[in-house]
């Protein structure tokens, strides 16, 4: 495990030095795609016999992902997101930041399905309508990391980049709530009613909300009595 996940940040400083000098993207661009073409040089080692599958599948089939991106690296992505917004800018935008965060995920997350729906048979590939659903909820919600990156780079208005940035904060909530939805009726599940709904999001985003502002309130007031940085970044790290 240990090995892999070295494996894994090697070759992600690798890549992110690869950006920086010869590609030039936003780094979460770049390493996507560098991400994406180290896919395609491994499907093509296993193509002409080398078999590379199989400590892969072993490493996959060991992980949890669902724990591991929910639990740990989504709360790493948020906080720094959050680090870089302005609470002053958040709050005047804080309705058109609402309504995208919630309506607009839920919107991107059907369009996204829908039209996935209908260009699959186009490449000769087909599947369920509430599969192409599931998909949408999973890549609507934004990441904020990758969205400062490149509003930095496109030099936007102050005012677009904090609904735009704000938005990937918080859409995470419904998104996780349309997700769970969509994959309780994919299962036949016969519990997925509007109180169940109603009762996870307010579980996932309000109470997540009210959760981090609880602690970083807390961490707040400790960390204005510290002047050590060793103690800072424990605090910080505890925080996230």
Sequence with gaps: MFKFVAIFICIAAVASYINYRYIKLPSTIGLMIIGLA??????GISAIGIDIEGPIAEFLGRTDFGETLM???????????ALKINLNDLA????????????????TAFMVGTVLYFILPLFNLSTSYIYCLIFGALISPTDPVAVLSIMKTLKV??????????????????GIVVFIVLVGIAAGEGTTTV???????????VGGVIFGLIIGYIAFRMLKNVDDHTVEILLTLALV
């Design 38 to 43: 180290l896919s395609l040089i491994l499907i």
């Design 195 to 205: 109180g169940s709904v109603v009762s996870l999001f307010l579980m996932e985003a």
């Design 71 to 81: 639990e740990g690296m989504l709360s790493f992505l948020l906080f720094a997101g």
């Design 92 to 107: 005047e935008q804080k309705f058109i930041i609402g309504i995208l965060a919630t309506a607009g995920v839920v919107a």
């Design 157 to 174: 208005p102050k005012s677009l980049e904090t609904k735009i940035a704000g938005e990937s904060l918080f859409n995470d909530g419904i």
